[in-house]
């Protein structure tokens, strides 16, 4: 099974809406990251996480960890289509990886 | 300053082939890791190289190999190559003493 968990799977939402997707951790989570990335492309650096409670904001898209609950959900203001993607959610690893859900793909319709 | 760089883009190879693909990391990082991404399995982590050496590797069978030169530009090689191969291969490097990742655009490989 997944290590790391994403829902939904898929997203679909009208242009100016708000969205929420989650990564939820079968293991202790340490720390983590978040990437977008457009099909076929590399991972683009979105924010990383490191202690229970944290929250960062950048432009529109704010990104919350729940230590106790093995859990770290992405929120998005007023969606753009430049929102959309795929947002990966990839978790530090004690051997030097990172582990990644499958992702959340978003769509946004203008 | 330059991402991380990945050559070639896209590569059809044919079953039995060989491969060799290159990453650049951004200066000055000296880990480079290897990562298999499909849409089955999603992303898998392949092999880590720190300082030369392969400090870690995930699970996958010995056809896929690795190696990181002296001025940490990585490559990796798969030998045999199967239908199932056909993935798209990511490379990230990582500054010393941090876990962020940074990521390259990837080498779309195809196995026909």
């Known amino acids: 099974s997944q290590e790391l968990e994403q829902s939904p799977q898929s997203l679909i939402v009208q242009e100016g809406k708000n969205l929420t997707i989650n990564c939820t951790s079968s293991k202790t989570l340490y720390g983590l990251y978040w990437y977008k990335q457009k099909y076929g492309e590399g991972l683009i650096f979105l924010m990383m996480l490191q202690k229970g409670g944290e929250e960062k904001s950048h432009e529109k898209i704010t990104a919350k960890l729940d230590e106790k609950k093995q859990q770290s959900s992405l929120h998005i203001t007023a969606s753009q289509p430049s929102h959309a993607g795929i947002y990966l959610c990839?978790?530090?690893?004690?051997?030097?990886?990172?582990?990644f859900g499958k992702g959340n793909q978003v769509v946004v319709i203008p | 300053k330059a991402g991380v760089t990945q050559t070639p883009r896209y590569l059809i190879k044919t079953r039995g082939q060989q491969v060799t693909l290159s990453c650049s990391p951004i200066?000055?990082?000296?880990?480079v890791s290897w990562y298999q991404q499909t849409p089955g399995q999603g992303l898998q982590f392949l092999f880590e190289?720190?300082?030369?050496?392969?400090?870690n590797k995930g699970n996958f069978p010995g056809r896929f190999s690795g190696r990181q030169f002296s001025n940490s530009r990585s490559e990796m090689n798969v030998s045999t190559l199967e239908l199932g191969d056909s993935a798209l291969y990511l490379c990230?490097?990582?500054?010393?003493?941090?876990?962020?990742?940074?990521f390259g655009q990837g080498t779309r490989l195809t196995v026909v």
């Open positions: 990230a490097s990582t500054p010393l003493g941090n876990t962020e990742a940074f």
């Open positions: 200066s000055g990082h000296r880990s």
């Open positions: 990839g978790a530090p690893r004690g051997d030097n990886r990172l582990a």
């Open positions: 190289y720190f300082s030369e050496t392969q400090r």
